[in-house]
């Protein structure tokens, strides 16, 4: 090949162009730690269940995944970071119903849009919810409840307002008539002894911190918000059998990414999550042993965990309503 002063001049002239092509073009992804932002503090469900995605993530990455905690504004300051993170796949977001579906309904100016700024990698598991009871409540079935509820009004603990289980509690007392006063405490952990005492006469929780109660015989569960019972527990109705037709309820986690991440680092994200969370693998033991229901394989895909998502706003924004709750 003969070359010309026009070659050497198009070749130079190419050169510049070089530094402008995105990373993706000469590494292959991830070329560096992936880091997984949990928008609460330590300790908490999503703490323990985010720092278990991100080990079998980066077992099947072959790459470092850091675990951040970012808290605040109820997930929110965590959400917003991830949101306006680069969409590269290097920062994402342990998601779960605060951040993603019930911010929204709560505050106006949120800083970001969990619809448009966020994309769905996929479901890991959830928790369903459970109502317990204070040892000092006869009823042992939630039929029973609803019952003794009318003839005389309960007192059922909760998170906080605005909070999962908050809402689960508004859908229960709509589907079922009962005569509940909601009273929110903040956090899960700080309304436990008030239900041992008998203070509150009961408490509509995650079903992983229930069962502790439960088995410990401090308290009593009278069903759990799922669509079958707890290999855990399984003499334990759900809701359902309780007559609270087609009744679930959860708190879930999962993984999202900044809105406009290649879909090709997605899928690679997604891929490495559904390897990790085989049935029978010791995540999967895990997370079965503390009480959740791992995702399914439609659910652990973009395209299902959007899905759910779009599903359990619908009932987040019910449940907003029937509480009165309005953004602020």
């Known amino acids: 090949m003969t070359i010309t002063r026009r070659t050497v001049l198009a070749g130079l002239g190419a050169i510049p162009a070089i530094g402008l092509l995105p990373r993706a073009a000469f590494a292959a992804f991830p070329d560096h730690p992936v880091h997984l932002i949990v928008p609460f503090a330590a300790g908490g469900n999503a703490d323990i269940v985010g720092r278990l995605v991100g080990d079998v993530m980066g077992k099947a990455l072959k790459q470092t995944v850091v675990v951040e905690n970012r808290g605040g504004a ?9 949101a306006k993170a680069d969409p590269d796949g290097y920062t994402l977001l342990v998601a779960s119903n605060g951040p993603m579906t019930i911010n929204p309904l709560m505050h106006k100016n949120l800083g970001y849009d969990p619809e448009k700024d966020l994309a769905a990698v996929a479901l890991s598991s959830y928790v369903p919810h459970a109502l317990i009871l204070s040892n000092k409540i006869t009823a042992k079935t939630i039929p029973e409840f609803i019952e003794q ?46 239900l041992i005492s008998g203070t509150v006469n009961g408490a509509m929780t995650e079903f992983s911190t229930a069962l502790q109660l439960h088995k410990g015989g401090k308290a009593h569960i009278a069903g759990i918000a799922a669509t079958k019972r707890s290999k855990l527990a399984p003499d334990i109705p759900t809701f359902i059998e309780g007559g609270v037709k087609n009744f679930t309820a959860q708190s879930y986690i999962g993984i999202v990414a900044p809105a406009k991440t290649p879909p090709a680092i997605i899928a690679q994200l997604q891929k490495a999550i559904a390897a990790g969370l085989q049935p029978g693998s010791p995540a999967v033991t895990r997370l079965e042993g503390l009480g959740a229901e791992i995702a399914t394989p439609e659910q652990m895909t973009s395209a299902g965990f959007a899905a759910f998502i779009k599903a359990d706003f619908a009932n987040m924004k019910e449940a907003a309503k029937l509480a009165g709750i309005e953004p602020k």
Do not use: N
Request: proline share 5%; glycine share 18%.
């Open 74 to 82: 109820g997930g929110g300051v965590g959400a917003q970071a991830v």
């Open 149 to 194: 509820s009318k003839k005389t009004p309960m007192t059922i603990a909760t998170s906080g307002i605005g909070s999962a289980s908050h809402m689960t509690l508004e859908r229960f007392k709509a589907a079922t008539g009962a005569h509940i006063t909601h009273v929110p405490y903040r956090g899960g952990g700080a309304m436990m002894p008030d």
